[in-house]
């Protein structure tokens, strides 16, 4: 469906095919976030080529928590933490409020969607705001716990704490799982923005739309596992330009 039409030509068709749906669902990755001055993790100046992304498998972590911490924080809190969203987060917040989309399900930790007013997310990775004691469970905002002191400890029970974002080799929370493949189930459009789809399980969800009869709508400024696979539109370039074009057409007031 993409064709060899201009990038004007394809968001028209993208906004006529949000128009006439009946329920969109937004799938989001860290590509949405890079205008917020958040890096992706893969790709040009990603952390994966930085970073040693074993340091956030969950035994890694269990085994060197002071090693597991120092990584967490210089990557998630003493950078991450000042990131805004950017017009692509603004924009889903508006479609949201429109009834253009139903619900956002995200990859990202970064609480950016929730900071652009967006209600309907779902967090497959969790979220890096807050964090979590693993012996009583206790839950404790980010910002409230120094991290001078590494590893963090529980004020309740003197545990270990963690981010209560999802790291390899942990299972993904029950209710955003669950979300995610109703949303594959019920939805007619899915518009993908800013994921290679790499990390198994969330990069099925998009696949599993598809074969449940929904329109692929994709945003990226590369191709991804999706793009030759299962995307219909494909709207090639950076989240926050494409989205404020895409809200020119969705949102301008019928004359
Ligand atoms: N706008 C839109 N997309 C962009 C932009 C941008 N400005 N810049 C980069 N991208 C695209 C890249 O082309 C790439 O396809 O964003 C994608 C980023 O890919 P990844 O870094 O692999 O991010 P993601 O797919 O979300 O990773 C999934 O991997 O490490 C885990 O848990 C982590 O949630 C993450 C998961």
Redesign the pocket.
Known sequence: MTGVFSLDENIMKAADLLKRSTFTTAY?????S??SGI??????G???TKYD?TM?DIDHFLGNPVKGWEIIKEIFYDFFGKAKPNK?HLVLAEMEKQGLVGRII????DNLHQEAGSIHVYE??GNSKKLVCLECRMHYKASEISLDHLPPTCRQCGGLLKPD??F?GETIPEGPLLAAYESASISDVFII???????VP??QIPFLAKSNGAKIIE??????NYTGQITDIFLK??????MEKLSKVLFTPAL
Do not use: M
């Open positions: 989001t990755g860290a590509g949405i890079v205008e890096p992706p993790f893969r790709g040009e990603g952390l994966w992304p956030l692509a995200t990859q990202n930790i497959f990775h974002f999802v390899f923005i800013g994921t290679t789809g790499e990390v969330a990069n945003i990226n400024p590369a191709e991804s370039g950076k989240a926050g330009e494409v």
